[in-house]
């Protein structure tokens, strides 16, 4: 079956750069979105489409795509970074729509 | 500004159904999908289907068809409905507007947590 697949745990330096990736066949023709999740707290959108944040995410966020990975760049991670991140993007077969299994990013 | 307000934490014995409703506000409902998602304790994000805010059509996860059903009404509020439920299916379950039919998911609700045990 289809999947995205992300590092479990990645961390980052405070004011240095972290990427994070999501691998999947998917990716070749759909872009990834991107969550945020802090404990106890709903997902957030943080980045999605070829260039797109929404409003209110921090310029410091943004995500790229090359072959069958998709990235999401955090450009000097601050201490309030530190979260669940989830990629997801649509599927041409299986389920319509996938998530990855998440990458707890810790910043040091 | 756009709000999804979802119904209260429940608690069911196996077996038996469970339905949330996400009432949603701020913005037009026909303009948008509703998908359903949900986290089991400890877990990951699991996209269980979506509606269509304009016509009602429905997709489901392929693991849970037979058991979900997703509904709209007039009040521009969706329901999820679970049926045959057991352990695995305590989980935090959340309704999150889709820009059409992708898999960007700009609002969510804050979340139901339904709890699964005899």
């Known amino acids: 079956s289809s999947e995205l697949t992300q590092d479990p745990a990645v961390s980052v330096a405070l004011g240095q750069t972290v990427r994070i990736t999501c691998q999947g066949e998917s990716l070749r023709y759909q872009y990834a979105s991107w969550y945020q999740q802090k404990p106890g707290q709903a997902p957030l959108l943080v980045f999605y489409g070829k260039n797109k944040r929404p409003s209110g995410i921090p310029d410091r966020f943004s995500g790229s795509s090359s072959g069958d990975t998709a990235s999401l760049t955090i450009t000097e991670a601050q201490a309030e970074d530190g979260a669940d991140y989830y990629c997801?993007?649509?599927?041409?077969?299986?389920?319509?729509?996938?998530f990855g299994g998440g990458t707890k990013l810790t910043v040091l | 500004q756009v709000q999804l307000v979802q119904s209260g934490g429940e608690v069911k014995r196996p077996g038996a159904s469970v339905t949330v409703s996400c009432k949603t506000s701020?913005?037009?409902?026909?303009?948008?999908?509703i998908s359903w998602v949900r986290q089991a304790p400890g877990q990951g994000l699991e996209w269980m289907g979506w509606?269509?805010?304009?016509?009602?059509?429905t997709g489901y996860a392929q693991k849970l068809q037979g058991r979900v059903t997703m509904t709209t009404d007039t009040s521009s509020t969706a329901y999820l409905e679970l049926r045959t439920l057991t352990s695995d299916d305590t989980a935090v379950y959340y309704c999150?507007?889709?820009?059409?039919?992708?898999?960007?998911?700009?609002?969510w609700g804050q979340g139901t947590l339904v709890t699964v045990s005899s």
């Open positions: 997801c993007s649509r599927q041409s077969s299986g389920d319509p729509v996938i």
């Open positions: 999150a507007r889709g820009q059409g039919t992708t898999a960007d998911f700009d609002y």
């Open positions: 701020g913005y037009i409902f026909s303009s948008y999908a």
């Open positions: 509606i269509s805010g304009y016509n009602g059509n």
